[in-house]
């Protein structure tokens, strides 16, 4: 069988692209959690200094800014990459699996912070562009937000930025094609406790308790009227209720109950109906049964929206660059989240996916204990952030 053809990629890119595999498989034989990732910041820190970067550490704990400036010009732009892993025991069976049991690369961060390195390397050594250009090696992306952290720690007041830009790989799709979704491309991602406290006792003698397991089962039930009769047919909402937790023992009735909810959608007006109708629904059916409901609800990643300026020049540098075919044009938006929704909050700019490839190919889906980040892709991706950024600091 005859070698697949490889991917589009700059010749600079490519000439170290065993390195960048290096670097790529160091990262994910040695994962490191949310606000842990001290390695692999020394590594990103290391290699950004070398290159000749002004580097910058401890934004948001870990977070790593490179910044270098050619030319004359005052604009500024950012280009951003997570490092974090996951709480995940890998499975994948490859030679550089994590070393770290319990903890892997099972969304492709180690890929993401590889191809931004290695456009580091490559823009430095070239300089063909005008302004300054800021990398962002960001913390803390998998639920812990630590994109709004770097911004609390004053992220924009230090590195000012007339815009923005994100990637992040897509099992399923055609390795090496891009797609850019205008407007809102990903779903807010909210976090719901439900408290739901009765009066325990005999599970023989239902009548001398309050039984917290019927309270929220209505509201299980009932949740599921909100996105089918309250939120508009053509808009989004997800109302997802992962963990029941309620008794020990079959004949006890406990004295209270606890749901855990994930809620999505992909605009802020459906969100904050999707929070209010939960609440009122968990107060109200609580009370058909005697009991009482407290709702602790957590607002963690706010909808993703690409600006649609910036998207369109993201379409336009990959069509200008590798063709027509290398951007996926009919991508729906993904009702996952990412927090790099706090800096479009802030800044205008676009977040692209870059497909990993099909079938056995692009392996698994991300969050996956087999998954793994496909090495064929890492040229393509490192060469449009150099495209990105020497056709945006002309």
Not at 141 to 148: L, S, T, V
Not at 231 to 253: C, Q, S, Y
Not at 322 to 349: H, N, R, Y
Request: hydrophobic share 45%.
């Amino acid at each position: 069988m005859n070698a697949p053809l490889p991917l589009p990629a700059l010749e600079g890119i490519r000439a170290h692209e065993a390195e960048m595999v290096d670097i790529r498989r160091q990262i994910h034989s040695n994962p490191e959690l949310a606000y842990e990732e001290h390695a692999t910041a020394d590594l990103v820190a290391e290699r950004l200094a070398r290159w000749g970067y002004a580097v910058h550490r401890g934004l948001g704990g870990t977070g790593v800014v490179g910044t270098l400036r050619a030319g004359t010009s005052n604009r500024h732009i950012g280009l951003r990459a997570d490092m974090d892993a996951l709480p995940i025991a890998e499975t994948s069976g490859k030679a550089w699996s994590s070393k770290v049991f319990g903890k892997m690369h099972a969304c492709g961060h180690d890929g993401h912070t590889a191809m931004l390195l290695a456009a580091a390397r490559h823009l430095a050594a070239t300089r063909q562009f005008d302004g300054h250009l800021h990398l962002v090696f960001q913390p803390a992306e998998e639920g812990f937000a630590g994109a709004k952290k770097m911004l609390d720690d004053g992220f924009l007041e230090l590195f000012p930025c007339e815009a923005m830009f994100g990637m992040h790989n897509m099992p399923g799709k055609p390795e090496g094609k891009f797609a850019a979704v205008p407007g809102f491309a990903m779903a807010s991602s909210d976090t719901a406790f439900i408290k739901v406290r009765g009066k325990g006792g005999h599970g023989a003698m239902p009548q001398f308790a309050v039984d917290p397991v019927v309270a929220a089962s209505a509201i299980v039930m009932a949740l599921q009227s909100i996105v089918s009769r309250n939120v508009p047919p053509l808009e989004m909402g997800i109302v997802t209720v992962g963990a029941f937790r309620a008794g020990d023992a079959a004949n006890v009735i406990p004295d209270e109950a606890e749901l855990r909810l994930t809620v999505r959608a992909f605009k802020p007006q459906v969100r904050d109906l999707l929070e209010r109708r939960i609440t009122e629904i968990a107060h109200a059916q609580a009370a058909v049964y005697g009991a009482v409901a407290e709702v602790e609800y957590q607002r963690r990643y706010p909808c993703l929206y690409n600006h649609p300026e910036q998207t369109e020049f993201c379409r336009t540098v990959l069509r200008d660059w590798i063709g027509a075919d290398a951007v996926i044009e009919d991508l729906e938006p993904v009702t996952g989240s990412e927090d790099f929704a706090f800096f479009l909050e802030k800044v205008p700019g676009c977040y692209v996916f870059i497909g990993n490839g099909v079938g056995s190919e692009g392996g698994c889906m991300v969050h996956n204990p087999g998954y793994d980040f496909n090495d064929r892709v890492l040229p393509t991706g490192a060469s449009y952030w150099v495209r990105l950024a020497e056709t945006y600091l002309k």
